[in-house]
């Protein structure tokens, strides 16, 4: 069974083609034949070796990704919202071999929807992990219709979705950007675009003299965005961030991992891309024997979308 991934931790230079067992089926559970596997950050940390020791999987290959689509194979026994032949995408919470860089691809049930209407794998492939993640985000914040909600990483896929739903959600939303980002955030739904960088904080207060009431910290600035929050806001991080405790703020580490099972949610976003609220974007393919050259990209920077290997 063919898939991208590393026999030694490394640079992108570290990823080949390597072959991995064919995972069984159980019950409960979805089998894939995978089409697309798109390519996150969280993917490039974990063939650095980054995540090694929480690994319960000590002995190569290690395949990341998180992101996969594809068409249903196989469904295990009490699999009743899907069925042979559907095109499907899911979140995988990868470890050893049994990341989604794999053409073939075994999944719980709970982490496997139809794919939305009319979207190609590929597209499909762009959605479940970023999307659960700024859905977690959003609800751990809990804010409430008029509030206002700052984004950092407006232009990535966390930071985007992040958007569209808080404005489904009736948020006013202030988003930073470059100057060459600027039309796409706006495009994306923000009512106020700022400048980015390190007095980001700064530039937001400009606007909301008395703070925003919550923060989504896509671009991972921590410390140096918290000015831009209220005293007692809310403040969503994706990288485990959990603040120095000044000003009671409230803090919330987004882990995918604890809502990978959480089928409503991935349905409900499913529905939303029907519904025009969300939007997929692909920024470029690559086919899966290319890995490291999708990982060189994505660690130069300045991608918009995701990148996406194809099976």
């Known amino acids: 069974m063919r898939a991208a991934g590393v026999t030694e931790f490394g640079g992108p230079e570290a990823l080949h083609i390597v072959d991995v067992e064919q995972e ?8 894939l034949t995978v089409e697309a596997a798109a390519v996150s950050p969280t993917d490039t940390h974990a063939r650095s070796g980054a995540y090694a020791e ?6 190569p290959p290690w395949v990341p ?12 026994e009490g699999v009743d919202h899907l069925s042979v032949g559907d095109l499907a995408m899911g979140v995988v919470v990868p470890f050893g071999p049994y990341g989604a860089y794999r053409e073939d691809k075994v999944l719980p049930g709970n982490s496997v929807v139809r794919a939305p209407a009319g979207a190609t794998a590929v597209e499909a492939a762009t ?57 796409l955030v706006r495009g994306l ?28 910290d896509g671009s991972v600035q921590d410390e140096l965005v918290l000015p831009a929050v209220r005293d007692g ?8 961030y959990r603040g120095n405790g000044e000003r009671g ?3 919330f580490p987004t882990l995918v991992r604890k809502v990978a099972e959480e089928r409503a949610w991935l349905d409900t976003l499913r529905q939303q891309v029907e519904d025009g609220v969300l939007t997929l974007r692909v920024a470029r393919t690559f086919p899966a024997e290319q890995a490291a050259e999708a990982h060189r990209v994505l660690e130069a920077g300045g991608v918009r979308g995701r990148l996406v290997l194809t099976f």
């Open 189 to 216: 739904g923000a009512d106020v675009v700022v400048r980015r960088g390190d007095d980001v904080a700064e530039r937001i207060r400009e606007h909301f003299p008395e703070g925003v009431h919550g923060l989504a």
């Open 249 to 251: 703020l409230r803090f």
């Open 24 to 31: 069984p089926l159980g019950p409960g559970q979805v089998r």
């Open 127 to 183: 959605l479940p992990m970023n999307g659960l993640t700024a859905r977690f985000s959003l609800n751990l914040m809990a804010l409430q219709p008029g509030e206002v909600l700052a984004v950092t990483g407006a232009a990535g896929a966390y930071g985007g979705y992040v958007i569209q739903l808080a404005k489904a959600e009736g948020l006013t939303v202030v988003a930073d950007a470059s100057e060459a980002d600027e039309e």
């Open 233 to 240: 806001g809310a403040v969503a991080t994706v990288r485990g």
């Open 54 to 59: 929480r690994d319960p999987v000590k002995t």
């Open 65 to 76: 990704g998180m992101d996969v689509a594809g068409t249903v194979a196989e469904v295990g």
